[in-house]
């Protein structure tokens, strides 16, 4: 037996791993040349550039139309403009995922309902119709951590009720279901394109649809200086509204972000198939051991991760002999050496936070919801247990291996952690508050 390090034994890291076996995204003078000719010429609001990279981007993603603004959140709120959500709707959306998915359905008057997700972390198909309720206007879909969900169950059962489906496409640039990318199924998506994103642009967002009414509202809400006569064309209710923001936010990206990613688009997919070479080794290496489901998609049917962002793998306590995931993680850390932090449960689940409990800007103080019938529900999801894995940016088997290792011993020593091993949580995250890493406490 091979004594943890975590309890005082030797780690199988013991010294840094190369720089760029991790390092993203990757910035050469191409990226810098193009950041600086804004800079210097003084193109920062101008937006000869971004719509440039909305029509590169477009052709990449392969829909009609994309519409570039300041982050992901705003994209997704623009996306909820752009549908119609208002007072009294409600929208489905899984509980496991970032807030910015759902959470300003509240400024639109609406209810964020959420949806249990499977052993994937994504939004469960045989629990989406518990959701749905004469008031459900639409379905935020969101491919968490890289994974797609099945739009093939989702897409039925929203054409059955008449419902939008809005993608969250910020963990799944390029990924593919069934040989079509990701972001292609629903009405429009959205994705962040931020700096710590797979498709990395500094601070970015994207929409894309192929339906010109949507695309048409989506300007409305946050592009002032595009709602006019030249891109309004199909919605005549809009014309009235001219030359203003009609969600009262200034939403166009500035063109430094524009400009990195023209670049970033060019290598965008090279890039990501050195990533997917190195995670699928690590991934293949894993598979083979108890308590373990890396998330990664059965390439038979056409599916593809597309960059493996934030990789993270299913955890099953029961495999090892009830290990908390908490205790899991701390000791593979541990055998890393702290050159990677292994983190238990990835987002916490939004329906534990008061914010979709009690937080209403149009009705102040008017519980939202019935929370105990909600948390009852959504227990399911509550015992999905994960953790994150290292990101690796291409293959080195010598490298990749070591981390192999490291997992290797702590699930075939897992007996010397049970002992004091009280935290049986399921972990998470609020990002944000990085150093509080408890759950909020349920009221």
Excluded at 95 to 120: L, P
Excluded at 196 to 206: H, I, S, V
């Amino acid at each position: 037996m091979e004594k943890l390090a975590l309890l005082g034994g030797t780690p199988v890291i013991k010294e840094a791993a190369p720089e760029a076996l991790f390092k993203w995204p990757i910035m050469t003078d191409e990226d810098y040349n193009a950041a600086m000719d804004v800079v210097v010429n003084n193109k920062f609001s101008n937006t000869d550039i971004t719509i440039k990279f909305q029509e590169e981007f477009a052709a990449w993603q392969g829909r009609k139309y994309a519409l570039a603004f300041t982050n992901g959140t705003m994209s997704l709120t623009a996306a909820m403009f752009a549908i119609g959500l208002s007072e009294g709707d409600e929208i489905i959306c899984p509980t496991k995922t970032y807030w910015g998915s759902v959470s300003q359905a509240a400024w639109f008057g609406a209810k964020a309902v959420f949806c249990n997700i499977n052993d994937m972390l994504s939004m469960d198909p045989a629990d989406l119709e518990r959701c749905i309720t004469p008031k459900t206007k639409a379905i935020v879909v969101v491919h968490y951590f890289g994974y797609p969900c099945d739009m093939d169950a989702i897409m039925e059962i929203a054409n059955k009720h008449g419902l939008y489906v809005i993608e969250d496409v910020s963990h799944a640039h390029g990924t593919l279901y069934k040989g079509k990318k990701v972001g292609c199924f629903g009405h429009i998506a959205a994705m962040s394109m931020m700096s710590w994103k797979l498709f990395a642009a500094g601070e970015m967002g994207m929409l894309v649809t192929d339906d010109r009414k949507l695309y048409e509202r989506a300007i409305a809400f946050g592009h002032y200086e595009r709602n006019n006569e030249k891109f309004i064309e199909e919605c005549e209710d809009l014309k009235d509204y001219y030359h203003i923001a009609l969600g009262g936010v200034k939403g166009r990206v500035n063109q430094v972000c524009s400009a990195l990613a023209r670049v970033q688009l060019k290598y965008f997919d090279e890039r990501c198939a050195r990533i997917r070479e190195a995670m699928n080794y690590f991934y293949d290496h894993l598979e083979r051991l108890p308590g373990l489901k890396p998330l990664r998609v059965d390439t038979a049917d056409g599916s593809m991760m597309g960059g493996y962002y934030s990789p993270h793998i299913a955890y099953y306590p029961e495999q090892l002999g009830g290990l908390s995931v908490t205790r899991f993680a701390e000791a593979v850390t541990a055998e890393f050496n702290d050159a990677f932090k292994c983190r238990a449960g990835g987002n916490f689940c939004l329906h534990t936070h008061r914010y979709f409990k009690t937080f209403d800007p149009m009705h102040p103080g008017v519980p939202k919801q019935d929370d105990g019938k909600e948390e009852d529900a959504l227990h399911i999801s509550e015992q999905r247990y994960c953790i994150s894995a290292p990101w690796f940016k291409h293959y080195d088997k010598e490298w990749i291996d070591r981390y192999v290792q490291a997992f290797r011993k702590v699930t075939e020593n897992y007996a010397q952690l049970l002992e004091g091993d009280t935290n049986k949580a399921q972990g998470g995250i609020w990002y944000g508050a990085e150093a509080d890493r408890k759950a909020p406490k349920k009221s």
